[in-house]
Each structure stands twice: as C-alpha cells, then as structure tokens.
C-alpha cells in the first residue's frame, strides 16, 4: 500500500484537512486530486470510491490528494452548493503543485466530487479528467448545486453504474450525449458500486495503460 501521509492547508475560508498518498516511484509521473461526494449527506475524503481512486492513481505513479471540503471532518466553513467547494479544490491544486513541481493534472470525483472536479477542469485544464457517478443535474436530492454541470473533454473517463439510485443513468446519458463523451456503465452498480470497487479500480487502471500521462 502507497505510504500516505495527512497534511492542512490554508483554504479560502480557513484550514483544509487531507491526506497524500505517495507512489512508490521517487519521481512521480502525475498529481491525482479526488474529490468527494455532498457533505452534507455525510460525504467525506474517507469515502469508499474516493480511497480507491487515491489508492489507484498512487499504484499508477502518481502522487494522489483527497481531501474535505469545507464543513467536512475538519475543513473549515459550511456547505455551498459548488461555488466554495470549487475554490477549495483550486487551493489543493495550488497547493499540490507548489509541492511538487510542475507535473501534469489529474481531475476526479465521486458524485458531487464529479460535478466539482468538472467545474474546475473549465479553469484548471487538467490533463486527465475521471468522474465517478457525476452529479450532472443540479437538483441533487433536495440540494440545488450552484450551477449547471459543464462540458467536458470528450476522452474524459466516466464511469456510471447501471443501476445508480441517486444519479439516474439516463440524465448522464443526456448530458454526454450531445457532448460525443463516451460512458462506461457497469451493469447491476449501483451509486456507491457495492462490490464493484475492484473493478472500479480496474477500469481506472486499463484507461491509464500506456497513456502518457
């Protein structure tokens, strides 16, 4: 397992918690930024899918940031609906960088995450972009996000379970459809991919084979 390490940074309304993991490679290939699901409906950086998307980018070479959003664990400030949480995963990003130099950009996040890490893909034009169950209406249970979910990079890897009860498979299929964005649907997944982490993981993995990155 990747060595991981916690770290806090000064975010743009008070501190932000999260941890690294670090790849076993002294020079590491990419920086992985992961981004979780509503805190409000409990999400935090210690999420399921949000680990195993750490864990997986780490194994591909990368060094991998998930953290909380503000009001999360012990992330300073309250809820925004996408605004706030957008500038936070900006602040990791800057910090991110600032530690370790130049390299390219990898975007992900699980549901809200998604919707988040889409939005900031529009400032930050990562490399890589990876959205897990995206949120890509903006009425997400009785949550209205601050903003419709944008377009994205046509070889953005998405991945959305067949039977997602949160997301509805249709709403990203009409949301990618006028966008040409191919979507990889795991059949019987639910939202949070019971069982499926593994294969979750897999498809990350053979999406990376031999990319540059």
């Given at each position: 397992?990747?060595?991981?390490?916690?770290?806090?940074?000064?975010?743009?309304?008070?501190?932000?918690?999260?941890?690294?993991?670090?790849?076993?490679?002294?020079?590491?290939?990419?920086?992985?930024?992961?981004?979780?699901?509503?805190?409000?409906?409990?999400?935090?950086?210690?999420?399921?899918?949000?680990?195993?998307?750490?864990?997986?980018?780490?194994?591909?070479?990368?060094?991998?940031?998930?953290?909380?959003?503000?009001?999360?664990?012990?992330?300073?400030?309250?809820?925004?609906?996408?605004?706030?949480e957008e500038a936070d995963l900006v602040a990791v990003a800057n910090f991110a960088l600032d530690q370790f130099g130049d390299l390219?950009?990898?975007?992900?996040?699980?549901?809200?995450?998604?919707?988040?890490?889409?939005?900031?893909?529009?400032q930050l034009k990562p490399r890589h972009l990876v959205l897990v169950g995206p949120s890509v209406h903006r009425l997400v249970a009785?949550?209205?996000?601050?903003?419709?979910?944008?377009?994205?990079?046509?070889?953005?890897?998405?991945?959305?379970?067949?039977?997602?009860?949160?997301?509805?498979?249709?709403?990203?299929?009409?949301?990618?459809?006028?966008?040409?964005?191919?979507?990889?649907?795991?059949?019987?997944?639910?939202?949070?991919?019971?069982?499926?982490?593994?294969?979750?993981?897999?498809?990350?993995?053979?999406?990376?084979?031999?990319?540059?990155?």
């Open positions: 397992m990747a060595e991981r390490r916690k770290f806090s940074l000064p975010g743009p309304v008070g501190q932000l918690e999260g941890v690294v993991h670090l790849p076993e490679s002294d020079e590491p290939r990419a920086i992985a930024l992961i981004a979780h699901p509503l805190t409000v409906d409990g999400g935090t950086m210690d999420n399921k899918i949000v680990t195993t998307l750490a864990n997986t980018f780490a194994e591909l070479g990368c060094v991998a940031f998930r953290f909380n959003f503000r009001g999360a664990g012990a992330s300073s400030g309250e809820f925004t609906g996408g605004d706030g390219p950009l990898i975007l992900s996040g699980f549901s809200f995450g998604g919707y988040v890490a889409a939005r900031v893909s529009v009785k949550y209205q996000l601050s903003s419709d979910m944008p377009q994205v990079p046509k070889d953005t890897l998405l991945i959305h379970g067949e039977k997602d009860e949160i997301i509805a498979l249709d709403a990203v299929l009409d949301w990618a459809r006028p966008q040409h964005v191919p979507v990889v649907v795991v059949p019987d997944a639910g939202h949070f991919f019971h069982r499926r982490l593994p294969l979750l993981a897999d498809l990350v993995r053979r999406h990376f084979a031999g990319v540059a990155l």
